[in-house]
């Protein structure tokens, strides 16, 4: 649940929460883990009974959603969880790609000897789980990295716009990983990555980073033309 401190005039300190962003919350992991697929239709009445609230804060939550590109709300007809196609994904990546080249950028710029320790310590996670061929688990510390190199990026704006652009490139999940050969691909760009971080190249970094957005979408590329039957791009990327 969403807390926020509000400081009283008289120094004292009261917490409260807004139901709806623990809603959003929920609804936004229900749909990166699939268990709400793309095309499918939001049920008010069933969610407002499994969380046990009225419909306002669901409603209030599924306007979150909308206005982070997760859901569709159609007059007349409802809410619908989105479905991201091919061409919106190649829209993206290269926005993304520099965003997040920008991220690195300035994250080496700031970087401490403690900062880069944790990114090594997340690296190390990646090359374990590239060992042992866990997609998924691989797919999750990845995610952890960009968010730690965003987070110390120090630029609010930069983090709340990469934030929000991320939330809906998640749509598409880790397909690119399955993609023969591309985990091993992943890692490599990961190790030139950690390697500019190393050596404090600002630059280096930035072009790595994108690098490795770039190839993903590529990865994809290539698994569209691999697939006897296109059909729209469905949850996990990076």
């Known amino acids: 649940m969403v807390q926020h401190d509000v400081t009283s005039p008289f120094g004292e300190r009261i917490r409260h929460s807004a ?46 959603l909308h206005s982070e590109g997760l859901v569709e709300l159609v007059p007349r007809r409802g809410c619908y969880v989105k479905r991201l196609d091919f061409d919106e994904l190649g829209e993206l990546f290269p926005v993304m790609a520099v965003l997040e080249g920008l991220c690195a950028r300035e994250a080496v710029k700031r970087c401490t000897g403690q900062a880069l320790a944790q990114l090594e310590d997340l690296h190390a996670r990646l090359e374990s789980h590239a060992a042992a061929g866990d997609i998924d688990a691989y797919y999750d510390d990845n995610l952890l990295f960009h968010q730690a190199v965003q987070n110390l990026s120090g630029n609010r704006w930069l983090q709340r716009v990469v934030a929000d652009l991320r939330k809906v490139l998640r749509l598409a999940r880790h397909r690119q990983l399955t993609v023969p050969g591309r985990l091993q691909r992943s890692l490599a760009e990961h190790r030139r990555i950690i390697g500019a971080f190393r050596q404090r190249d600002a630059e280096l970094a930035d072009r790595c980073m994108q690098q490795h957005l770039n190839e993903q979408w590529e990865a994809l590329v290539q698994l569209k033309a691999t697939e006897s039957e296109i059909q729209p791009i469905q949850t996990q990327a990076n």
Not at 19 to 46: H, S
């Open 19 to 64: 139901l709806y962003e623990e809603v959003a919350d929920r609804l936004r992991q229900r749909i990166y883990n699939d268990q709400l697929r793309p095309g499918e239709a939001i049920d008010e009445k069933a969610l407002s009974a499994a969380f046990g609230i009225s419909r306002t804060p669901l409603r209030e939550a599924l306007k979150v």
